[in-house]
Each structure stands twice: as C-alpha cells, then as structure tokens.
C-alpha cells in the first residue's frame, strides 16, 4: 500500500502541475489575443435599447473618434462618470459614445435618461443580450471605457472611472 502511494502521490502532483500550468498559459494567450483584436475596432454586435434594432461597428459613423463605455447602471463608478459626461456635454458632441451593458434594457434606459444623455444623436444605448463583451473587448470590470480614433485605432483604455479631462484629452488625439 505504501508503495502505491509513493507511485500515486508525485504522479497526482505532477498532472497538478502540469494542468495548472496550461490553465495558465491558455489564460495568458487570450489575453494576448485580446489585447492584439482590440488595437482595431473589433467587430462586435449589441441591440440598440432606444430602437430595438442591432448595431453594429459597422453602424459607426466615419471619420470620427469613438468612445465605448462598458457600463452597469447600478454601479456608482458609472453614475459618476455618466455624470460628468452630461455636464461637459458640449464637448462630446464631436464624437460618437457608445455606452454598453447587458444590465437590460429598462435599467439602461433609466440610467440614459437620469442622465439626460439619450436625447443626443452622437451617443447610443447598447445592450448586450448574449454577454459577449469580454470576449470582444476582453474581461473589465465596469466601467471600462476604450477610445479609438477616427481611423478605428485604440488610443486609450481605462480601467474604472476615467477623468472627464483625460477622457476628452485622447478623443481629441
């Protein structure tokens, strides 16, 4: 029995090791392959909450810079940003803001119009339906706000809350 346990015992820790490792590195290599997928705008698909209709990157408008913000309506974080989003509004009007989230329509359509941000033509209301943002823009906690220039480049990802300032800073880029 003893000799058993000898052969047993490293051969358990040895597959341990080995899964843990490729757990590891599987994670690392999407990471990687997020980070690479999203220096572009990437191709993505959410439901328009004002419409209903599906929106598209191809749904875009050209030529302008765009800020998409990966929100939750209860989060305070996101209320805070929202906020200050609705006090330097004339700022924004030169780009298109996307906000998403898959909190569902109704609470997203509470927190556009707590804000008064629905009524402006640049910034859309997008729901994700089947939850696929962290596959399209990788795993963030909210918010997380991704600025890409006119040409459809990544200038700036922020994690959490972003400053007003530094938000319109790397629009303007």
Same mark, same amino acid.
């Given at each position: 029995?003893?000799?058993?346990?000898?052969?047993?015992?490293?051969?358990?820790?040895?597959?341990?090791?080995?899964?843990?490792?490729?757990? &590891?590195?599987?994670?690392?290599?999407? /990471?990687?392959?997020?980070?690479?997928?999203?220096?572009?705008?990437?191709?993505? =698909?959410? =439901?328009? =909450?004002?419409?209903?209709? &599906?929106?598209?990157?191809?749904?875009?408008?050209?030529?302008?810079?765009?800020?998409?913000?990966?929100?939750?309506?209860?989060? %305070?974080?996101?209320?805070?940003?929202?906020?200050?989003?609705? /006090?330097?509004?004339?700022?924004?009007?030169?780009?298109? @803001?996307?906000?998403?989230?898959?909190?569902?329509?109704?609470?997203?359509?509470?927190?556009?119009? /707590?804000?008064?941000?629905?009524?402006?033509?640049?910034?859309?209301? @997008? %729901?994700?339906?089947?939850?696929?943002?962290?596959?399209?823009?990788?795993?963030?906690?909210?918010?997380?706000?991704?600025?890409?220039?006119?040409?459809?480049?990544?200038?700036?990802?922020?994690?959490?809350?972003?400053?007003? %300032?530094?938000? @319109?800073?790397?629009?303007? @880029?």
């Amino acid at each position: 029995m003893k000799q058993k346990l000898k052969i047993i015992l490293p051969a358990i820790v040895i597959f341990l090791v080995t899964f843990m490792g490729y757990k &590891i590195f599987a994670m690392l290599a999407q /990471k990687d392959k997020i980070a690479a997928q999203i220096q572009s705008m990437p191709p993505f =698909t959410f =439901t328009n =909450t004002s419409t209903g209709s &599906i929106f598209t990157d191809g749904n875009l408008q050209p030529n302008l810079s765009s800020l998409i913000i990966y929100f939750h309506p209860d989060c %305070e974080f996101c209320q805070e940003q929202a906020a200050g989003i609705s /006090k330097k509004i004339d700022d924004f009007n030169s780009f298109q @803001l996307l906000f998403v989230s898959h909190a569902g329509s109704v609470a997203i359509k509470s927190f556009s119009d /707590k804000y008064a941000l629905s009524s402006h033509q640049n910034i859309v209301f @997008l %729901e994700d339906t089947n939850l696929i943002i962290s596959s399209i823009f990788g795993k963030s906690g909210v918010p997380s706000s991704f600025i890409y220039n006119k040409h459809g480049k990544l200038v700036k990802h922020f994690k959490g809350e972003a400053k007003i %300032e530094e938000l @319109l800073k790397y629009l303007n @880029l």
